[in-house]
């Protein structure tokens, strides 16, 4: 919502300045309050963690421990359902964490190298922006397979389907012209950044889109053709015959002249 949203007058609402809790969210009226309502006691909550375990003899991997298991779930449930926090926050809450982890001292293990797993000489601490880009990304298993109201609501503000997303490459959710929220938006490119840095083997490549894939272009662009698009060609596997041979472009080219698209 915006605050044009809340304050239109088609509505006929009068909103007093209150903030109310529903499901564990605190709101406001105010949506510049949203943030420190609820990302700022969950600081004070972690400050409060970190006390009550710095003083125990703990080595790093026993503090990583307590880090993943007490202190980074206090944020879950508010990375799932608002935006982001600032950067600012994150600053400070993993400087909070850091500090716990060496116990105030300077650093042994760099941040790159402590993430990685125990053979690469890591402690498999966590790398708190890849996990927050993880926890907005599982909103798109909801997308796919739930069947709920509450996504028409999102159609609705996008102004297409969302069943056209999955059809077509990473390219685009850039054309999309309709403005959409920042939560949704982080959504997106959470999914966008996973996408990308997943590697493919040779058979994923078959089911890569073919509309709108930044890894297949004409003059150094991706690219859309309605037609081709219509009568049912979407992804590479669509381009070749059942013993595996390329279509070729002249039985392309009767396929479209001979199906009629609505």
Known sequence: FSKEVFHHSRWKLSWDNCIFDLLGIKFSVNLEEIEDLNYLPKLLEIRKIINQWKLRKLTPIGRITVIKTLI?????HLILTLPNPSNDFLKIFENEIYQFLWLGKVHKVRKNTIVQDYYHG?????????????L???WIKRLIYTE???????????????N???????DFLSLIKRPINIFWKEVFTSWLQIDEKTPLNETQYFHEHIWHNPQI???????FFRSY??????FIDDLFNLNGTF???????NIITNTHIC
């Open 247 to 253: 279509i070729s472009f002249y039985a392309l080219k």
């Open 217 to 223: 272009t004409i003059d150094n662009k991706s690219f």
């Open 229 to 234: 698009y219509g009568v049912g060609f979407r």
């Open 148 to 162: 709920t109201k509450w996504i028409k609501l999102l159609e609705s503000t996008m102004e297409l389907s969302i």
């Open 122 to 134: 890591g402690l498999k601490m966590v790398d708190y922006p890849s996990f927050i880009t993880s």
């Open 72 to 76: 980074i779930p206090k944020l879950n």
């Open 136 to 138: 907005k990304a599982t």
């Open 164 to 170: 056209t997303i999955w059809q077509r490459g990473r």
